[in-house]
Structure formats: structure tokens, C-alpha cells
């Protein structure tokens, strides 16, 4: 790709000059010094190490260093939520959760790497990975990385991916629908955890009602720890269409996190089921109170008289799927 600037090099980038000091006796090759400089390539990671270098030499041919870069200010536009621009894209960041999202077969668009990702040996396959699935992937410097980070110690690669798109919720094809609705939940790692702990017990589906945060917000993305790629999700659906779906297809609905109602170990949670969290500070709205089949609590020793509710989901989901396995309530 050839853009503007000296010897087709964007204005603010460097082509990287030959490195004589390849680690471990491996082959220097011009334009990958800023890569592998400085570095001690583990033994074990050598033999990746020579793969991933001849590959890469190819595609890296200068480092972006200046924030005006278009790849840079694209990456701040999703990363800032700026939906219009780029309404599809989602920024995923660190090498394990970008991986989990190539594993996902999540398209990829983007991905900007520092040198810090070659320290790694798993950031060494990623990169790898990209290259045989022929990812546009660009270097950018040390400080630039730091800039786009949101977490204090990152891994050297930050990855522009589109957001999946799951059909509507088919419960016809479903004989035992079990559904969670987010209504309000407004921090990302708490999402993040409870769609985690959504594809462990095998949720059917999340629906993130209006006023829940973006569920492809980067920090929920990192908490999720993969799982927002993978469960199935509708996002901002309004209250009015989520009760009427729900009624419609004769789906029970259970209200969470209510101080007064049954102990949630006494609650029927087997059959075609809809599990609602309501917001950190309010809870569940009156709404879906009012059209809940059933309020449920979780029985706390004085004075504790909440959880958060992450670690409220958690507890009712897996008591949820206890249940749908064994098909006894607890005694």
C-alpha cells in the first residue's frame, strides 16, 4: 500500500532501517528493526520467531509515529464511542481477547501493534495469525500504543473488529428458551462479567434493553473476556417490545435482585425463562416489576443488604442451571 510522503512513507511514519543484531543468531532483515530490537526472543517462541519474521517484513514497512495518522484517528473514533462514523466497528484490546475474537471468526478490520507485542510468545502467533488470514496489521510507536490504551499495563496491539450481528430470537426452534434481560446496567464490567458468566451456564440469548451500556464497549469487551462475540445478543431493544416478545411466546419472566420477594432457592427457574437485572442504583424498573410472573431475593446476613449485580447474576444463573439440570429446586 503506497500512501503520501517521501518514498511512499505517510507523513509522520519512519521506514525501519536494517537490524544487525537479530536476537539469537536469527536473520536480520531490513525494515522490522524496531520490532525485535532490545529483545530476547524465548527458546520456545524461536521457531516462531523465524515464521513470523520473514512474514511480517513484508507488510510492516514503517511505524506510524504521528496521532494525525488516519489509521490513528480511526482507532480514537471507535475507542471514544463514535458511533456515527463507524457504527459496525468495536476496539478490542490485549493479546488473549484478540485472539478470542479470531477464534470467533469475528471480521476483523484493523490492527495496530507496538514492539511490546513481540516480548510476547502468544503475541508472536497472533501475529502470525494475522498474516495467514491476511489482516491488515500496521506498528505503530511505543508512545502512540500508550495513548490508545485504557488499561495501564497493555500488551502492545489494540484490534478495530466488527461487531456481530445475530438474527432476532427464534424461540419456535428452541424447545427451553432461557433468556437474560439487562435493563439499566450502566457499568461495562459489570456487563462484561455477567455475559461471561451468560455463556458459561449456556444462556440462550441476552437482551440489552435501552439504558444498558454498549455491550461492545472495550472495557466490557475485556471483561467479557470473549464472550460478547460468542453469545448470542440483541442489543437496545425498548422494554415494550422485550415484555410483549416475551408474553407473546409464553416466556416467564423473573425479576432479579428485589429486597423482598421469593429466595431465589425456592423459585421455580426451569422451563422457558427470562431472568431480568436491573440497573447498579435503581434495580428493576416499575415496569417490569409489575409484569414479572415472579419477584425473586437473595437472603443476606445483617447488614449486608445487596450485591452487586454481577455477583448477583452469577448466583442466580447457576442456581438457574442447577435446576435445568437436575429438575429439583434446593431443599
Known sequence: MKLPGSAGIPAGESRSGPNPTSPAGMPALPGVS???????????ARAIYRQTLFSISRFVLGVITSDQNQFIQKARKVLTGQRRAYPNLCAVEGVKVAQEALDADVAFDLV?????????PQGL???????????????????LMVSLSEVAAHQGVLALVHRPLWPDVATGAISNPWLVMLIGIQDPGNAGTILRTCEAVGITEVLACQGTVDLFNAKCIRASMGSVFRVPLQAHWSLERTLAFLKRNSIRLIGAGARQGTPYAEADLTGPLALAFGG?????????RRAADELVCIPMAAPVDSLNVATSAAILLYEARRQRLSGTRSE
Not at 524496531?34 to 520456545?44: A, E, G, H, K, N
Open 112 to 120: 495496530l501493534f507496538s514492539e511490546v507485542l513481540a516480548a510476547n
Open 125 to 143: 502467533v497472533l501475529l502470525q495469525e494475522l498474516e495467514r488470514r491476511a489482516v491488515q496489521h500496521l506498528k505503530i510507536s511505543p508512545p
Open 34 to 44: 524496531l520490532l525485535f530490537s532490545s529483545i530476547v526472543v524465548p527458546v520456545q
Open 280 to 288: 447498579e442504583g435503581g434495580g428493576l424498573p416499575k415496569e417490569v
